[in-house]
């Protein structure tokens, strides 16, 4: 059967490899990448939420390497996809390769050539090839599918310490301004008031719509028609078929519960009692692997409370927010959600973004701090989202909650990031008030 299919693939992966060399790179919407995207000797895995952008990634990877001088025939990109590449195997990729140094044989040991490989997850046993390709050739690689091991951190395992991640997440507020044509400020500290209006109705549609590419310039419904597509076949694919869960109800209740409450507290012993309650039959071990799952195909992404010790931290409750603003009213039955959680939200998206570790403040007094953010390197910051300032009595919580935080954290600085920070007065100096649309395009704010 390999015998067979040996000359078919040849042509095949010789036809798409002359058509990426030679065709227009696609263009889409440049996405920032907070640190390096690559090193000497490992293979880069862009991993993220399925549909988040991650294929038109690895196209601005080619597009900018191509306008700082590298030649198109040193960018190769293949898609495994392709329904004409089925039945490849491992040992067929060395077919790619051969091709490839066959057409350019000068470039062969002395040229890097960065190879784009998209859905390689469809060939068996790539994993192999891909580190005998780093070992044997000058080259640098960049991976990316829509499977669940592609889409999450089990690739670096599969790399054997052989890879690189890079997360690309839906659209950041500043990406969002981006793909929709409106200008950026070069400093955000000295923007018109007209310009800083219609920042801040675009932050009001980002933290309606979402970031997600697909989902831009659609009507709610339709929206939300796709996004909840996105949901189901993120459940599907990267958890029911790929951990085999027989346990599909208890998995779409906690979908539910998670994406319909942003920030929230979860508690697997709550939810194992409501769901007791209700009449379902589920283990406590099968909700800890459940909430594992959602956030390894980063559909949802957790904050532990911070705490002195590892014990002290499991037995909290920790707060789960969706990856996108956009899923929030889609499962949101209460009507209790609202723009200060989606916005808390992206706030907690943009700092992993950013790269940083993200816990959050309990203190001894009952006050509570969403975010307290590090990053080696750089002091610690507590911040604190609060979407309305106009009522003195929800000023003077948040305000409260940060000092009293300060109290044991005393080397981070304070943020405050609102909506409305014209309704700032009378907060100390020591806290800094940023307007979120601020926050969010000035990144030095955010890890000062």
């Given at each position: 059967m390999a015998d067979d299919l040996t000359p078919i693939l040849r042509q095949r992966l010789a036809e798409q490899l002359g058509a990426s060399l030679s065709a227009t790179i696609p263009a889409g919407?440049?996405?920032?990448?907070?640190?390096?995207?690559?090193?000497?000797?490992?293979?880069?895995?862009?991993?993220?939420?399925?549909?988040?952008?991650?294929?038109?990634?690895?196209?601005?990877?080619?597009?900018e390497r191509r306008t700082s001088g590298i030649p198109q025939e040193r960018l190769p990109y293949i898609n495994f996809e392709d329904e004409r590449l089925a039945?490849?195997?491992?040992?067929?990729?060395?077919?790619?390769?051969?091709?490839?140094?066959?057409?350019?044989?000068?470039?062969?040991?002395?040229?890097?050539?960065?190879?784009?490989?998209?859905?390689?997850?469809?060939?068996?046993g790539w994993e192999r090839f891909v580190r005998r390709l780093l070992d044997t050739e000058k080259v640098e690689i960049f991976?990316?599918?829509?499977?669940?091991?592609?889409?999450?951190?089990?690739?670096?395992?599969?790399?054997?310490?052989?890879?690189?991640?890079?997360?690309?997440?839906?659209?950041?507020?500043?990406?969002?301004?981006?793909?929709?044509?409106?200008?950026?400020?070069?400093?955000?500290?000295?923007?018109?008031?007209?310009?800083?209006?219609?920042?801040?109705?675009?932050?009001?549609?980002?933290?309606?719509?979402?970031?997600?590419?697909?989902?831009?310039?659609?009507?709610?419904?339709?929206?939300?028609?796709?996004?909840?597509?996105?949901?189901?076949?993120?459940?599907?694919?990267?958890?029911?078929e790929r951990h085999n869960v027989s346990n599909v109800v208890a998995l779409h209740w906690l979908v539910r519960q998670l994406l319909g409450s942003p920030g929230g507290l979860f508690s697997i012993e709550k939810c194992y009692a409501r769901l007791k309650s209700q009449g379902f039959a589920v283990s406590r071990?099968?909700?800890?692997?459940?909430?594992?799952?959602?956030?390894?195909?980063?559909?949802?992404?957790?904050?532990?409370?911070?705490?002195?010790?590892?014990?002290?931290?499991?037995?909290?409750?920790?707060?789960?927010?969706?990856?996108?603003?956009?899923?929030?009213?889609?499962?949101?039955?209460?009507?209790?959600?609202?723009?200060?959680?989606?916005?808390?939200?992206?706030?907690?998206?943009?700092?992993?973004r950013r790269r940083m570790e993200v816990t959050y403040v309990k203190t001894g007094d009952g006050f509570e701090v969403d975010f307290l953010a590090r990053r080696p390197g750089l002091e610690p910051i507590l911040i604190q989202v609060a979407a309305d300032l106009d009522d003195p009595a929800v000023k003077e919580r948040e305000v409260r909650a940060l000092l009293a935080a300060r109290e044991k954290h005393r080397r981070a600085s304070m943020h405050l990031v609102t909506l409305t920070p014209e309704a700032a007065a009378g907060i100390p100096d020591s806290v800094s008030v940023y307007s979120a649309w601020q926050w969010l395009l000035a990144p030095l704010l955010a890890v000062a």
């Open positions: 919407t440049p996405r920032r990448v907070y640190g390096s995207v690559s090193q000497p000797g490992k293979a880069t895995a862009v991993i993220g939420m399925r549909r988040a952008g991650k294929t038109m990634f690895l196209h601005q990877l080619r597009h039945g490849m195997e491992a040992k067929h990729l060395g077919l790619l390769v051969e091709e490839y140094y066959r057409r350019f044989p000068a470039v062969r040991g002395h040229e890097m050539v960065t190879w784009c490989l998209d859905e390689i997850q469809q060939v068996p991976l990316s599918g829509s499977s669940a091991a592609l889409l999450s951190r089990e690739v670096a395992t599969s790399m054997r310490g052989r890879g690189w991640e890079v997360v690309i997440h839906p659209f950041s507020f500043e990406e969002f301004l981006r793909h929709h044509g409106e200008a950026i400020p070069a400093d955000v500290k000295a923007v018109a008031p007209t310009e800083r209006s219609t920042l801040e109705n675009a932050l009001g549609r980002y933290l309606e719509v979402g970031g997600f590419p697909e989902a831009q310039g659609l009507d709610a419904a339709d929206r939300y028609e796709l996004l909840l597509r996105y949901v189901d076949v993120a459940m599907l694919r990267d958890i029911v071990d099968t909700l800890y692997a459940l909430a594992r799952y959602l956030e390894d195909c980063f559909l949802v992404r957790t904050v532990w409370m911070e705490a002195d010790s590892e014990r002290q931290r499991m037995v909290n409750p920790r707060k789960v927010y969706p990856v996108d603003p956009g899923l929030i009213p889609i499962f949101d039955r209460t009507g209790r959600a609202n723009r200060g959680h989606s916005l808390e939200a992206v706030v907690r998206v943009e700092l992993e």
